[in-house]
C-alpha cells in the first residue's frame, strides 16, 4: 500500500528508498514514514469535507505523532491540531503551526499548561470538567482575555474496541455525562462564566473504529442535546466536534471503510438532524490521528538471536520491541511483517517475533510465516506510524529509534536517534554518592 513496493534486488522499497539503504544510513530499529501516503490520507478528508459544502475542520490528532517536522506536514495540508499536553503544544509551536488552529484537549490541563496555551492565543479549548471551567475561566479573567470553548460530552455511545481505548460511554474519565443532565449543567455554567465563548460540543467514542453506526449514534445524541439546549437555554451551538477513531487495516481481517464514508455518514446525519429541528447547521470538526500516519508507518528492525523450541515454537528476536511498539504488549495489537531484504522469497517458517527487553510479554508478533529468518536479516512491520514512536520508552534503558521521512526517493531525519548521552542526561549523582578521587 502506500508507495510500499519490492524492487527488482527483492527489497522492499517505501516512498522510492531501498530500506535496505536506510538501514545502512540510519541504522536500526528505524521508524520509516511514508510522507505521500499521510499527504494522501489528509486530502481524503478534506476533500470529503469540501464536497458536502459545509464548514469544517480536520483537526489532526497529533497524539498518534507528534514531532514537529509532522506538525509542518499538517499545516501544509490545510489540517487543525488537536494537543493534550504542553509538550504537544510546545512541539507545535516550536514548528510554527498556526496557534488560531491548535485545540487543546485532556482531563487535567493543570494552571501551567492552561496559562502556556493561553499566552500562545489557541483557538479552542475542549473543557472535560466542572473543575476545569472554573479554573480556565479564572486564569483568563487574570489575563484579560476571552477564550473560545467546547465541552466534552459523553455521549454513552460504547464503539466495539477495545476497552481502554473506548471513551463514549457512560463510565469514563472522560466529559460531562449527558444522560444524567451534567453535560446540560456544564453548558449552563459555561453560559455563566464571562470569560468564556462557548461553540458547542465535542464527543469521542474511541478508537479503531470500524463501523459508522456508533458515530450515526453519537451524531443523535449530540443534535437532540443541542436542541435541548437552545430550547431551554436559548443557545445555539456554532460548532460540533465528532472527535477521532476513525479505523484502519492492520492485519487481513480488519475492515476499515474508505475516510471518505466516515464522513460522509457524520455529515449527512448532522444535515439530516440539525435541519429538521430548523437549526442552523454548524461547522464541524473532526480529529483523526491513526487513520492520518497509522498505515504510513514501518519500523525497520535487525534479526538477532533465535531459539527454536522443538514441536513448540521459534522464537526470532529484534533489536527493538516493547520500547518502540508497546502495542502488542498492552492492547494485544496485531502486527503484518516482512523481511524486508528477501521480500520476494516464499515462506517457509513459522516464527514468533521477540523483542529485545527483559520481560516475557515483550513480543511483536506471534505465529508469522517467513522465509528462513538469519541473523542479519531486516524485518519490516507495518502500520506502525501510530501510537508507536509517540508510546516509545526508555525501558532497560534502550535508546528510542530515528524517525525518517521518506518521499520520491528522498529520506529526511525527523527524530535523531538518542544518543547515550540522551540517556543519561537527566541524572544527577548527588555529591555524597560522587566516587571519590
Ligand atoms: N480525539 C480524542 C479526544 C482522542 O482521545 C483521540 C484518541 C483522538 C481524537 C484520536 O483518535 P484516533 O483517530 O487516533 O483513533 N494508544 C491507543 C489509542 C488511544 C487513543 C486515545 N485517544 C492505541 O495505541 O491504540
Known amino acids: 500500500h502506500g508507495t510500499s513496493r519490492i524492487n527488482d534486488k527483492g527489497h522492499l522499497e517505501i516512498g522510492g528508498c531501498d530500506v535496505t539503504d536506510l538501514a545502512k544510513e540510519f541504522g536500526t530499529p528505524l521508524y520509516i514514514v511514508d510522507e505521500a501516503l499521510v499527504r494522501q490520507r489528509a486530502q481524503e478528508y478534506v476533500a470529503a469535507f469540501r464536497e458536502t459544502g459545509l464548514r469544517f475542520q480536520v483537526a489532526y490528532a497529533s497524539k498518534a505523532f507528534c514531532v514537529m517536522a509532522m506538525c509542518r506536514l499538517a499545516e501544509e495540508e490545510g489540517m487543525s491540531l488537536d494537543v493534550v499536553s504542553d509538550g504537544e503544544l510546545y512541539t507545535a509551536l516550536q514548528a510554527g503551526f498556526p496557534a488560531e488552529r491548535i485545540h487543546f484537549h485532556g482531563n487535567n490541563k493543570t494552571p501551567e499548561e492552561i496559562e502556556m496555551a493561553l499566552k500562545a492565543n489557541i483557538g479552542c479549548f475542549v473543557v472535560d470538567n466542572f473543575v476545569e471551567l472554573q479554573l480556565l475561566n479564572a486564569i483568563a479573567a487574570d489575563h484579560g482575555k476571552q477564550v473560545n470553548i467546547l465541552l466534552r460530552v459523553t455521549p454513552g455511545v460504547e464503539a466495539h474496541t477495545h476497552d481502554y481505548i473506548s471513551t463514549g460511554q457512560q463510565d469514563s474519565k472522560f466529559?460531562?455525562?449527558?444522560?444524567?443532565g451534567t453535560a446540560f449543567e456544564a453548558v449552563k455554567t459555561a453560559l455563566g462564566l464571562p470569560q468564556l465563548k462557548l461553540l458547542g460540543v465535542h464527543s469521542h467514542i474511541g478508537s479503531q473504529i470500524f463501523e459508522v453506526e456508533g458515530f450515526r449514534m453519537a451524531v443523535e445524541k449530540v443534535a437532540a442535546f443541542s436542541i435541548e439546549v437552545r430550547a431551554k437555554l436559548e443557545a445555539t451551538f456554532p460548532v460540533i466536534n465528532l472527535g477521532g477513531g476513525f479505523g484502519i487495516r492492520y492485519v487481513e481481517g480488519d475492515k476499515p471503510l474508505p475516510l471518505g464514508t466516515y464522513v460522509k455518514a457524520i455529515t449527512d446525519a448532522i444535515i439530516g438532524e440539525f435541519t429538521a429541528a430548523d437549526y442552523p447547521l454548524p461547522e464541524i470538526w473532526v480529529e483523526p490521528g491513526r487513520s492520518i500516519v497509522g498505515d504510513a508507518g514501518t519500523t525497520l528492525y535487525t534479526v538477532g538471536t533465535s531459539k527454536d523450541i522443538p514441536g513448540v515454537r521459534k522464537y526470532v528476536a529484534v533489536d527493538g520491541g516493547m520500547t518502540d511498539n508497546p502495542r502488542p504488549a498492552l492492547y494485544e495489537s496485531k502486527y503484518e511483517a516482512v523481511l524486508a531484504n528477501r521480500a520476494k522469497e516464499t515462506a517457509e517458517e513459522v516464527v514468533s517475533i521477540a523483542g529485545k527487553c527483559c520481560e516475557s510479554g515483550d513480543m511483536l508478533i506471534w505465529d508469522l510465516n517467513?522465509?528462513?529468518?538469519?541473523?542479519?536479516?531486516?524485518l519490516a512491520v507495518f502500520c506502525t506510524g501510530a501510537y508507536n514512536y509517540a508510546m516509545a520508552s526508555n525501558y532497560n534503558r534502550i535508546r528510542r529509534p530515528a524517525v525518517v521521512f521518506v518521499r520520491d526517493g528522498q529520506a529526511?531525519?525527523?527524530?535523531?536517534?538518542?544518543?547515550?548521552?540522551?540517556?543519561?542526561?537527566?541524572?544527577?549523582i548527588p555529591a555524597r554518592l560522587r566516587k571519590q578521587g
Request: no cysteine; glycine share 12%; net charge negative.
Open 175 to 180: 466529559g460531562f455525562d449527558i444522560g444524567n
Open 370 to 378: 517467513l522465509p528462513k529468518v538469519q541473523s542479519g536479516d531486516l
Open 412 to 428: 529526511d531525519l525527523v527524530v535523531a536517534r538518542e544518543s547515550y548521552d540522551n540517556i543519561v542526561g537527566n541524572d544527577l
